[in-house]
């Protein structure tokens, strides 16, 4: 069950992703997480990547395709992941080919958010200081339900960041959508709706691809 997530900044990729992963016993893989992780900790490539994550650009994909490899080799991951951030560029994902030759195609699940919802949404968010679950947004949410963390805002959840990240997804992920859209085993979700809705629409497209039994598509 190996599960890539491609939208907007804000579209819902790390709520949606996060309870998937929890229904279905397998690991939700953020690279924002990893990389936000490192920066905190001040770790090498924490240091390396600091400036480009404070000014909403993307990691450069060699970096990143490291990353990602090597988690994708630990343990946990064997039986399936969620993929939240990675691809986001035309070589990302050809390497995540490569990086899955032998484990099956990806399922492609494809966030559909309007762009006006998009920025409402981050600069209203909170997100959990142990975990990174982020917020429902209801009004008398004080702390996660996940591990009872206290919510907080993301440093770079602020409006000119946030546009930046935009102008950047429309540069370089938005055309994985064409990318992945001819294959059979890519879904487009409205995310525009409740989100108990966007995640029963998560699972049956999921279960829907995994069902047909379709083949790799590259």
């Known amino acids: 069950m190996n599960v890539v997530l491609v939208g907007l900044p804000g579209s ?35 240091r390396e990547v600091a400036s480009t994550l404070d000014a909403g650009g993307l990691v450069p994909d060699d970096m990143i395709i490291r990353v990602v490899d090597a988690r994708l080799q630990q343990a946990d991951a064997m039986a399936g992941f969620v993929l939240d951030g990675f691809p986001r560029t035309l070589p990302q994902a050809v390497a995540l080919d490569g990086l899955l030759e032998g484990r099956g195609a990806p399922v492609v699940i494809y966030l559909e958010v309007s762009p006006d919802v998009i920025l409402d949404r981050i ?20 702390y996660c339900a996940s591990c009872g963390g206290g919510f907080v805002k993301r440093a770079d959840d ?9 102008v ?19 879904r ?22 995994m069902k047909s039994g379709h083949p790799p598509f590259r």
């Not at 975990?131 to 009004?139: F, L, M, R």
Request: hydrophobic fraction near 35%; aromatic fraction near 6%; glycine fraction near 10%.
């Open 158 to 166: 602020h409006v000119d960041v946030v546009r930046r990240r935009v």
């Open 188 to 209: 487009a979700i409205d995310g525009n709706q409740p989100l108990t809705d966007v995640a029963r629409a998560f699972d049956a497209a999921v279960f829907d691809c």
């Open 123 to 142: 600069l209203s968010r909170r997100i959990c200081e142990s975990c990174g679950q982020a917020d429902t947004g209801a009004p008398t949410t004080e």
């Open 12 to 46: 819902g990729k790390g709520t949606q992703g996060a309870q998937f992963a929890r229904r279905h016993g397998i690991p939700k893989i953020s690279t924002g997480d990893m990389l936000r992780d490192a920066v905190a900790r001040g770790t090498a490539l924490g």
């Open 168 to 186: 950047a997804y429309v540069e370089n992920t938005a055309p994985l959508v064409e990318w992945y859209r001819d294959g059979p085993t890519f």
